[in-house]
């Protein structure tokens, strides 16, 4: 089966790969384990080091590497560049904090001295997404190595030539033969690596579907998981809130990525009060951004990832009309105005539902795109039944200058973040996750890295 990298702009083809075969994969077993035997017994100042200087190649190519994502999957450049210069942050960070949060944590106990020691589990499978192709490995890598476990990748077919720079960074920096390894596999061959017993867990950053399934097959075989997956993100607004600054956070929020991100802001719920300026201000921003060529750095946004993307936000925004929403702006993917060598790309317009009933099927579906949903409910409790009206749980913004309002939607809402005032992003200091249907577990900061460790009592008499 060929894996392909395909210009999302023009639907040109940039290079193809063929997947390796079940021997390859096996192989690339072997050298895990392999090099797990030994990595697990270098100093920590030692990993420090190679991931200090993983960073400083990220730096120094950030133009480089950001022009990959963007070809390969579209994002505009800026935020291609952006997302390189994170993975250096969160390099740098487990670099510096790793050994503070491994390092033995005593205990008092009536034993002549007790404590937790973590160490490093083995092979870890980490299956990721084309949406955020670095920053999405790097959170992972981060923290694995310097846990001393050693990464297996698979990651998503659209974003091949991402995933083979993200191994030679890491080969560069200094990381032995076998501590990372790149598999361009198909996800039917998945199963070989999961049942393989020398690999010791996983974790996916994808759709339900894929969470499904990656859990189930690990599930059979004993093995942890940690899943990222959709996300629905309510972002309140409430009477008292600064509506300026609100509308203009509510535009990047939805419009991250082209909207293609699992923390996007997708439903938007305003007190009725402010309802109808909340709507006219966010329309006139919608119709002020710039759709075209992502490599270009006045282009706001860029296209989607495949066209599959594209029929299916098409087949959403007429099943919402047919639901009982009202389109306010956008909708129709033929109406947006491009230059030739754009025409074959992945395009979609930025969209606006609004008056959407609460009992639409619709409503409980991600739209995986610049697609924002309006909503108008009465007070604060209305947005609050709405917010959690949602098989999602992941992020959640919520916007007030009531202390009490404040207080009541930071302990209500849902999720697996709350923020008050501010758009949904991740930070390597802070834990990163969702509930319900978007997943379980953490990445980032302290509770990222203890994920994949053996947690070891130790009692000394």
Known sequence: MGIASINPATGETLKTFESLSGAAISSAIDRAQATFEQYRQTEMAQRSEWLHRAAQILLDKKEHYG?????????????????????????RYYADK???FLSDRLIPTDAGKSFVRYQ?????????????????????????????????LKHASNVPQSALAIEEILLEAGFPEGAFQTLLIGANQVSQVIEDDRVKAATLTGSEGAGISLASAAGK???????????????????????????????AARMINNGQSCI??????????IVDQFLEKLTARYVALKV?????????????????????????VQTAIEQGGTLVYGGDPDLLELDDSLKRGNF???????????????????????????????????AIRLANHSPFGLGASAWSQNPAEIDRLINEIEAGSVFINSMVKSDPRLPFGGIKRSGYGR???EEGIREFVNIKTVWVK
């Open 120 to 152: 490093p589990l083995g092979i870890v499978l980490a299956v990721m997404p084309w949406n955020f192709p670095f920053w999405q490995v790097f959170r992972f890598a981060a923290p694995a190595l310097m846990a001393g476990n050693v990464g297996i």
């Open 348 to 382: 979609f317009p930025p969209t606006i539902l609004s008056d959407l009933p609460l009992n639409a099927p619709i409503v409980q579906e991600e739209f995986f795109g610049p697609v924002a949903m309006v909503f108008r409910v009465p007070d604060l409790d209305a």
């Open 221 to 251: 075989q004993l093995k942890k998981t940690v899943l990222e997956l959709g996300g629905s993100d309510p972002f309140v607004v409430m009477e008292s809130a600064d509506l300026e600054t609100a509308v203009a956070t509510a535009v």
């Open 292 to 316: 075209g060529d992502p490599m270009q750095p006045e282009t706001e946004i860029g296209p989607l990832a495949t066209p599959s993307i594209v029929h299916e936000l098409v087949h959403q």
């Open 67 to 91: 022009k990959i994502m963007t070809l390969e999957m579209g994002k505009p450049i800026a935020a291609a560049v952006a997302e390189v210069e994170k993975c250096a942050l969160v390099c």
């Open 443 to 445: 990445e980032l900061s």
């Open 264 to 273: 996007a802001a997708k439903r938007f719920i305003v007190q009725e009060s």
């Open 98 to 100: 790793a050994a503070e």
